[in-house]
């Protein structure tokens, strides 16, 4: 069972969360459970919150720019041609972010879809692997530009 937004965001201050990238200033950048569109991430916020709206402006700002600074590195580290964003907390109600690379070798069914269109047995087949990303986090770490250490 994959861990709630809480636990991973314990994990990664105790330096113990094996998708971590790194510490930004909104939060947490991690690679996501589930890696069927490679470089999927994630931006868990750090001090938790419930949700965007909770924040004040300037840590709504930290967050939305964090978030971005993903998404470019993801678009250079991995090829892709755009990246989705998604703020939902409707199962897991803390604030997080779903960044998400498209690529335009995807099946066409899926191409002008939203990420979470594809069917659980493509999405529950490639899950992160600690030994196989290694690189894919070092080289997307290396694009966070003065936030990662």
Not at 6 to 28: F, H, N, T, Y
Not at 51 to 77: P, Y
Not at 140 to 148: A, G, S, W
Request: charged share 25%.
């Amino acid at each position: 069972m994959a861990n709630s937004v809480e636990q991973e965001v314990d994990l990664a201050r105790r330096g113990q969360l094996p998708s971590l990238i790194c510490r930004m200033k909104s939060g947490w950048a991690v690679l996501a459970g589930m890696q069927y569109l490679r470089g999927y991430c994630l931006l868990l916020a750090d001090p938790i919150a419930g949700s965007l709206n909770e924040l004040d402006a300037r840590r709504r700002s930290d967050f939305l720019l964090d978030m971005c600074t993903i998404g470019d590195a993801i678009k250079k580290v991995t090829g892709a041609y755009r990246v989705n964003y998604g703020i939902m907390g409707n199962t897991d109600p803390f604030l997080h972010a779903h960044i998400t690379p498209r690529f335009l070798d995807e099946p066409e069914a899926m191409l002008h879809n939203h990420p979470w269109a594809y069917p659980d047995e493509i999405v529950s087949s490639r899950p992160f692997d600690p030994a196989r990303d290694a690189d894919l986090i070092r080289r997307l770490r290396l694009e966070i530009p003065n936030t990662c250490p």
